[in-house]
């Protein structure tokens, strides 16, 4: 069997964060391209190239970080139905820093 080879990782990403491993799945979400890294075990964070936005899927709901601090919307809300609202809603705190 012939070796596979490891997908690259963005830069910034493998900069900040040396312990993830970069795999070969990626979304684009509003310009915004997010790859999958495999953190611990259970954990696959996708990370935007720039390595500002991070999303993670639980049961059945996602959750956004903005480098490293959780999004809240108005609410309260920390839950979003699809990783699109996530990364919306993680664009929207960026712009209005």
Excluded: N
């Excluded at 953190?39 to 500002?52: A, Q, R």
């Amino acid at each position: 069997m012939r070796p596979t080879k490891t997908a690259p990782g963005a830069p910034t990403v493998m900069a900040k964060r040396p312990d993830l491993r970069p795999l070969y799945h990626w979304l684009e979400v509003d310009g915004v391209r997010l790859q999958s890294y495999r953190g611990s075990f259970h954990e696959t964070p996708m990370i935007s190239d720039d390595g500002l936005i991070t999303i993670m899927q639980r049961e059945d709901f996602w959750t956004v970080q903005v480098d490293g601090v959780e999004v809240v919307e108005c609410g309260l809300t920390r839950r979003f139905p699809t990783y699109v609202a996530a990364v919306r809603a993680a664009l929207g705190k960026i712009t209005s820093r």
